[in-house]
């Protein structure tokens, strides 16, 4: 009785089999990858993996996005002087470098600029007046600026000084 041929005895047909079915593994997770980054297909939670902020393409602004950015169009920058603030005998730092930048309207600029004396006294005296572990502590960084915004803002006006940007807050 003639022996049948099986996969068993013929090592050579196993290991083809094996390769065959990685390579359509390969190709079909590749075929996923390219539709799904492509944009052909969206991932579950919304938007494609290749977005199309990404490529360069975005939606139309809406009105409150062109305002804004207009805002910014009108903007200036000034820079004001650095400080050095000695932190006192508890804290784990003996001082902290600051140094910002105010941004306000570009016809409120002079304006700015001659109260900038009294910008950074007022600076200073809140800077010294906080508690030390206040400013050690990273969590607070941005409550410490909407605190030294709004100090701004009242000696030079809302209308003039839109925002405070920390440019140098360092410890040592």
Known sequence: ????DTQEDQPGKKGKGM???LL???LLGAG????TYSGLVTLPGGGAAGDHAAQGIHAPDTAQEKEARAA??????IKLSPMVISLGNSARSSYL???ATLEVDKDKAEMARVLIPRVLDVLNEYLRAIDPADIENPAMMSS???QMLRRVQ???GRATVKDLLIVEFVLS
């Open 1 to 4: 009785m003639p022996k049948e």
């Open 19 to 21: 390769l065959v079915a």
């Open 24 to 26: 359509a593994a390969v």
């Open 32 to 35: 996923g990858f390219h539709v």
């Open 72 to 77: 910014h169009l009108n903007s200036e920058f």
């Open 97 to 99: 470098r600051f140094r």
């Open 144 to 146: 410490l600026r909407a």
């Open 154 to 156: 009242l000696v030079a």
